[in-house]
């Protein structure tokens, strides 16, 4: 157990919608990672955040949004949902933006 | 940017085979760590490397930092079916460090 907590584990929607990916960090850890994992491929960054401010970005979609929430937890927001959306979604937290990273066991989206 | 390559993308193995697997850049890596994805798992966290030359062993493990600072190495020796997963790494400390490597996916066969 890593100590970081995905909800949901699953999710299955339709083209067009949109979800909400939730992540709670290990206690103590100021930074939050958001990775998107397709099938088979490798780990895509999308966005970190550090004590509640944005601090790096990645290939994140304009369709994609995230903040961190002042008790740390994160949330990634899918809009306008596609098929090519359909990936597990990973969440990860450090103690200070380096060194070792903690994986959630991700959330793994279905798009239909 | 720069990307940290890794290769084999691919590995097929023997049980009781050895197995390696490279991580590569064109430009000087500050610290690399490495990560082992299960099947259906998420990354989880092997080793982290800081000095140039530096080797360091978990049981069948062995890693190493190039001299240069340019490449690192994973190298199992005699596999076992609980080795199957994919291999990560990543250039932890710089600009870099929030990208992976593309990762090598072995498969030990029994």
């Known amino acids: 157990d890593s100590g970081v907590t995905q909800t949901p584990k699953h999710l299955i929607t339709a083209t067009g919608q949109r979800v909400t990916l939730r992540c709670s960090p290990r206690s103590g850890d100021l930074s939050v990672y958001w990775y998107q994992q397709s099938l088979d491929q490798g780990l895509q960054f999308l966005i970190q955040?550090?004590?509640?401010?944005?601090?790096a970005k990645g290939n994140i979609l304009e369709r994609f949004s995230a903040q961190q929430f002042p008790d740390l937890h994160s949330e990634l927001n899918l809009s306008s949902l596609e098929l090519g959306d359909s990936a597990l979604y990973f969440c990860?937290?450090?103690?200070?933006?380096?060194?070792?990273?903690?994986f959630g066991e991700g959330s793994r989206l279905t798009v239909l | 940017g720069q990307q940290v390559m890794q290769i084999p993308q691919y590995q097929h193995v023997q049980e009781g085979e050895d197995f390696t697997t490279y991580c590569n850049s064109s430009?000087?890596?500050?610290?690399i760590q490495w990560y082992k994805q299960r099947p259906g798992g998420h990354p989880v966290f092997l080793i982290q490397?800081?000095?140039?030359?530096e080797v360091k062993k978990q049981k069948r493990l062995t890693f190493q930092f190039g001299e240069a600072k340019k490449n690192s190495s994973l190298h199992i020796t005699a596999t076992q079916t609980t080795d199957v997963g994919t291999y990560f790494c990543r250039d932890s400390g710089s600009a870099r460090q929030l990208t992976f490597g593309s990762g090598t996916q072995l498969t030990v066969l029994p």
């Open positions: 490397l800081v000095k140039s030359g």
């Open positions: 430009t000087t890596l500050s610290n």
């Open positions: 955040y550090y004590n509640g401010e944005e601090r």
């Open positions: 990860a937290s450090s103690v200070d933006g380096t060194g070792e990273l903690f």
